[in-house]
């Protein structure tokens, strides 16, 4: 399945480019919601989108009420983030987000998290 990972660390982002791609998943990388954007226009069969919060230029929040109110993806997207305020977290999934995801996690918590939303 082809995954797009969206986070502006790129340490984080090798993390988790190599756990997907150790799980068989093509990883489209994006740095911001804004490259975000692009890379859906580029690529219109991304499986799932995992989605960190805190980034420059559009942040992860951003990112999902620009999709709700412009439809650009339908599939699944996996928030990644320190955030653990309960009431950030029910403003990503009243924005779009299916699931969240806590950093730092493992290989194990990934697969479970994209099995959960891919899988239903």
């Known amino acids: ?5 969206v986070d502006d660390s790129n340490s ?5 480019g190599q756990m997907l791609q150790d799980l068989g998943h093509e990883v489209v990388r994006a740095k ?7 890379k859906v226009n580029e690529n219109s069969d991304i499986g799932v989108v995992l989605l960190d919060w805190n980034m420059p230029e559009m942040d992860g929040l951003e990112f ?3 999709n709700q109110k412009n439809k650009i993806l339908s599939c699944p997207i ?3 983030t320190t955030e653990n305020k309960p ?10 987000a299916s699931e969240y995801i806590m ?3 493992t290989q194990d918590i990934l697969v479970s998290k994209i099995d959960t939303v891919v899988k239903g």
């Open 1 to 5: 399945m082809k995954v797009l990972l």
């Open 12 to 16: 984080i982002a090798m993390v988790v």
């Open 32 to 38: 911001d919601g804004k490259d975000a954007i692009a």
């Open 64 to 66: 999902l009420e620009y």
């Open 78 to 80: 996996i928030m990644m």
């Open 87 to 96: 009431e950030k977290i029910v403003k990503a999934l009243q924005n779009g």
């Open 103 to 105: 950093k730092p996690f």
